[in-house]
């Protein structure tokens, strides 16, 4: 038995650094030494306002689900992996026997369990903590020569490729991403690794904007200031194959409507809310429209891009905070025009 | 040079039935003695409101584009037509050279001409007159034995046809079908035809719900009278894979979303304005929400199903009115609780 | 414990009824009273060959897999099923827990136990026996009053719905199947359950073909009587959307590639050996062919569709002979001029 | 009125030098100055072979298919080219008129003109001839910093583009290319561009696979060598998503199903005859085959990828040679060990 430093959320603003026990890892789990962990738009809904939609926080909850560290002790009947040997945590543990599961669909597991959320009460306890254990199946290796912040981008990274793969390919396509944000710029780096023909971004702050643009963006529009500028990518009909709508604004999936092509499709990523949609323009384009939740096989996926930085992140990690200051972190996090993503790291 | 009588629409409530005058049919066209027209709801929309959305009726135009009838005269290098045959009219004209014909969308043609539509400046004039001269591509052939008020569905039969194909498979589907009007009655003929597992009927009015039942619909819900009621089909996280939105309306869009099982299709189908959409539930069940836009290869399809009745549509058409009483055909067509079909009869 | 009367294949043509012991049922598992059971192709290799391919019988064997029969007794926790219910019985039984299993490809399972199987050692034993223990989520029920030989219909019914997914929608296509053994009568069935515009059987044999014009074929081709009668059919560059291919014969599929349009499917079913396939042909007209190997989900849609004769399989059961002469059973099923689907029945 | 030299097969093995009249202009036409032309297989099985498979050359054909040039005379009515400018050119050009092109499937024109093909009689002529002239349409604009034999690699490229878009989506994917001459090595590009987790690479030949190894293949395996090597990519059931098969060879065909996964898809790009298939492995593991013809809207793709480098093909154009020494060129094309693309140049 060890004990961990964790980022407790009592309640909207309150972030407190508490101690908690760690027994030992079991069969089949791995104690692992957090070194970094992302803030993610959930966390930051958590922390601002106490919850999103009808998800509320209702009693203290460890946040964090983008963690990255080293290996630090192994259970009974593990393989695959080494004590020190940098891991990313897969914060998804599906049950793998629900009628979705034995589908495919482990994201849609009927008993899901997710690090750091606060849908199921008791709360699922999160892993910005210094030490967490955690099932074997859940770490996934990366390169040694990685950073743990970068391996820390893992599951951001996955979301987006699993988006990506709601888009059907996107090799040759011309797509607009609306909104960007951490998940917006990653959806530039993974259609460009997808050879996507053009990505154009738009955001209402010019700062994402300006990163978009040296990340490889092929124009950007800040739509604040002038919404009609991306008229000048749209022609007769629409123009863009596939719009990742990574706003969550409704105004922004209004435009993507007006911007996608007849049988283009537009991905909605990232928990949304009621908006107001021009069926008009659905029916008449005949437009498909999906949501894309969470991930599941993208996550080795994305911790093998990482690895050999074929999608390199290094520029998307704007500061880094020790988790005595979480709630400085949580503060920048919430400022679009100087963060993009802000990690807490941890004493290795 | 003969004439033909038209049932012309001047303004909102303003139907006149006038003389026209009818050349003869020119190379590839063919003139046709009309026999029958259905009542669309966009016909409606024209005579009730003047129009709908931003297409208002600017002049005066013939309304009607679900029409059949016999082939009265042939213009020079027709084949495959002859004197005397049934013919289902084709309102669509695509120009089979703009980009988006020559991807196979012809339904998004940048230069389409479809009958009795006031899109178009002049507007393109319609074939509820009892002679028209159309291009030989457009008549379709029927069989003999099939009443040409049947034949007459082919234009809303290939609609529905059109939307099923952009659900993918429906054989072996669970199916919610929202809205029975004409369009949503045809959808479970066709749904069935396919081979669904079940389809499921909802709609405000009883008087439809209880002609879907006969025609073999699963189960019928009035969700004006207990919207709950549907929630017996539906258990944890959606029971249906595909939803037929034939409504209209937003709240049955929003009850889709609560229908559907992760990874579900709903289609909307037909013309639709803005409407709030729960994304929420988009984005948790990756639903996929598309449109469908009229139809193109599915016309000679519904033809086909039409002349052996593989499927029946007989108990659809409620009532028939000759041309002289067009206004009030119009004015039953908009009472859903007497009217499923009402078309038009011309003299033969 | 009870004891059951088995048919025991112990080597090329040797079948004996035999007495086994039958234990009563563990938790979760059912002992069915096995009403009737098909003779299967591969039961067929088996007895007059000794095994098909690699796959030979190596100690003997319980055939059977395609099996109905009623609930005499029920393991402690089995819910859903009530004592004289009665089931089709799902021969497949995966593990729901291997990589292939968890992506939702139950039918590609790595330590998959399929009923009557020779492929493992020990040979899983089959179910052409009058009483057999067996996990209760491979009962699947069927209505009272179909018969237990229609019910016993459920497994191969189920290969063919799955070919039939393979293909995508069958909907209005236009589709050839070349082979009318039971399969690909079953296919004919499906195929219009489905919605095919068009369905055209070909064999060499005549008999079968007169079944399937009985059954709606829309034309039938004796291609050993003349191979050419296919062309009747075949337009510039090919008319068939999708080609089932259930005969197993090399001819026949390098007939396929001849009669498919370009882009068009061919879905090989039922187990193969090596071809010589026109790799020409698959290229320039990009025919896509794919293997479609036992089932899966589609054994409940067999046991539904069965239940309410939507698929009425009563004209396919072309024998029927009691367990005591199983030697005489095979001996006909072996005799493609005679039978369709010979089934063993069981003194209930 | 002015004239070309062009390159003219008399008959196998008699390539010979000769004038050609050269029209001005028409309407819509271009009159080209052509820089460089790639010799491609068909050219050299025009040269070596006098045809391939049924396709034989009947009479005088100038060869050439893979060309770039300038722009050197506009006729009237062309808009978007300008003189002087340089220029991919399209070798296809569909009727835009027939049942397949009014579906979007150009490749399989039923009135396909081709450059440089003797399947039609009087053959198409090709483009090896140091002026041209050819519709506007076929000529696709290239960055001016591009050179002319980088620009006549769009044809190549976008046959692999076509081939990739058969595969569905390649992010992600690991990807076995068996066959490494330019076809093959222009597919590692193309994978490697579209976000392919692992391309493997297979030959009969040290030579290209060593290129491949420079090229980026995550390993190489000469199949000459050592069969057995590919084993190491080869786990339980299979291990690649997709294997585009680019080398004729049957016995690569025959690999290719014991390397691929359940489910997982075969791409057979270029000519091919008859092979021998494993259909019990395309049944068991239910793969996909598909062929993949020539490309339509990937020309245009090409040449943009082209233009950026975003595909460099500098390492594949192994020789050029002067149109004079054509038949030198024709020679060294045909020896794999020291050709990738040979290509002719022509005096600007």
Do not use: W
């Amino acid at each position: 038995m060890t004990s961990a430093r964790a980022c407790v959320l009592h309640a909207k603003g309150d972030i407190r650094i508490e101690d908690r026990q760690v027994a030992a890892p079991d069969a089949n789990e791995v104690l692992v030494r957090v070194g970094a962990g992302g803030i993610c738009g959930s966390d930051l809904h958590y922390f601002q306002d106490g919850g999103f939609g009808a998800i509320r926080v209702r009693e203290p909850i460890i946040l964090g689900h983008e963690v990255a560290g080293r290996v630090e002790a192994l259970g009974s009947g593990v393989s695959g992996l080494a004590v020190g040997q940098k891991v990313a945590l897969n914060p998804s543990k599906p049950c793998n026997a629900c009628r979705h599961c034995l589908q495919g669909m482990q994201q849609h597991c009927l008993d899901m369990r997710f690090m750091g959320s606060a849908m199921r009460l008791p709360h699922v306890q999160g892993a910005f903590r210094d030490r967490i254990v955690i099932d074997a199946v859940q770490c996934v290796p990366v390169d040694d020569a990685l950073s743990l912040g970068e391996a820390a981008m893992a599951e951001p990274l996955a979301v987006v490729l699993h988006s990506l793969n709601q888009a059907g390919s996107v090799t040759g396509a011309r797509v607009l991403v609306t909104g960007s944000g951490p998940i917006g710029l990653l959806t530039l780096l993974a259609a460009r690794f997808a050879g996507a023909a053009e990505v154009v971004m738009t955001d209402v702050a010019d700062e994402p904007l300006f990163l978009a643009r040296t990340l490889g963006a092929f124009d950007t529009v800040n739509v604040a200031a002038s919404a009609a500028d991306l008229d000048r990518h749209v022609q007769d009909r629409g123009h863009f194959d596939i719009c990742f709508e990574c706003s969550g604004a409704g105004s922004a999936l209004a435009a993507a409507f007006a911007a996608v092509r007849p049988r283009g499709t537009i991905v909605r990523v990232g928990i949304g809310d009621i908006a107001s949609l021009p069926l008009n323009m659905l029916v008449a384009r005949e437009i498909r429209l999906c949501g894309s939740f969470r991930f599941h096989a993208e996550f080795a996926v994305a911790a093998s891009l990482l690895s050999d930085r074929r999608i390199d992140v290094r520029p998307l990690i704007s500061a880094t905070y020790p988790l005595a200051q979480a709630k400085a972190a949580f503060e920048e996090a919430g400022d679009r025009r100087r963060a993009t993503k802000v990690q807490l790291v941890f004493d290795e």
